[in-house]
């Protein structure tokens, strides 16, 4: 229930408190950040103030990753706890679409079930990953033309994704039911052919892959491993997917930022 502010030597700056709202993801826009929580509703900061300026309640499941593009926030709606669903859990399959100017929601965009995370591929179009419902429903990559509102299933599985000059990066991982292990692959996206992604060889077997980034200065490819318990690794490879070195971390790694 709290966002730390820290300067670039990760010094803290500030810790907002933020009782009871469960705060998940953070975009920013404008000098302002945006706040999706658990409480059903996005934040507004300034991050000159550091104070909370504004509240959007949004209808749907739990807010999960949030994103904005050409006038709009888009907000998309996860899971909760429920003893009316099966194995104790329901599932959404909308986004909330936020109008900026007014920081209202003024309507919803139906996409596969369990939407969670979202990133800015270009000026016109945001990714989404749905996860599923870790049954008969099976996580996919859907593309959102942020101007025309129209959504494109890509039927590519993904656990996670990053974008790099407009080629998105994604890896999946299949849990086998036989070897009681991940099966994990890696593939690139383009968004102009959505349908047809492109196998992605990494020249190291994975187990628990849990972000990946892509170096915009050189090209480099950044993938943290994180089994489930223990502490984490990072890894880098060349662009051809070749290893150059790699470090442990704490634990859970599950973001990579470049400065």
């Known amino acids: ?92 399959s909308t986004l909330s679409v936020i109008d900026l100017a007014t920081f209202t929601e003024t309507g919803h965009i139906t996409l596969g079930i369990n939407p969670s995370k979202i990133i800015s ?4 179009t945001i990714a989404i990953l749905t996860l599923g419902d870790y049954g008969a429903s099976q996580p996919s990559l859907w593309l959102l033309n942020t101007r025309t509102l129209q959504p494109t299933n890509t039927h590519q599985p993904a656990a996670g994704i990053c974008v790099s000059d407009g080629i998105l990066y994604g890896y999946q991982a ?22 047809t992604p492109e196998p992605l060889t990494i020249s190291h077997t994975f187990t628990d892959p849990y972000c990946i980034a892509v170096n915009p200065q050189n090209g480099q490819i950044l993938i943290a491993n994180s089994p489930y ?10 662009p051809q997917g070749e290893p150059l070195w790699n470090v442990e971390t704490g634990y859970y790694p599950a973001r990579i930022l470049f400065l």
Request: net charge negative; charged share 15%; proline share 5%.
């Open 1 to 92: 229930n709290t966002i730390e502010v820290t300067d670039l030597n990760l010094n803290s700056i500030k810790q907002i408190s933020l009782p009871n709202r469960l705060p998940r993801y953070i975009a920013f826009h404008d000098g302002k950040a945006y706040v999706s929580c658990y409480d059903h509703n996005i934040l507004r900061l300034d991050t000159a103030t550091l104070e909370v300026e504004a509240v959007c309640p949004v209808t749907g499941l739990n807010p999960e990753g949030l994103a904005i593009q050409n006038g709009h926030i888009f907000v998309a709606h996860g899971w909760e706890y429920s003893d009316q669903g099966s194995y104790g859990t329901i599932y959404d």
């Open 121 to 124: 591929v270009d000026e016109n």
């Open 174 to 195: 299949t849990y086998d039911f036989q070897t009681y292990s991940n099966i994990v692959s890696f593939f690139t996206l383009n968004p102009a052919t959505p349908t």
């Open 229 to 238: 318990g223990s502490l984490g690794d990072l890894y880098c490879f060349t």
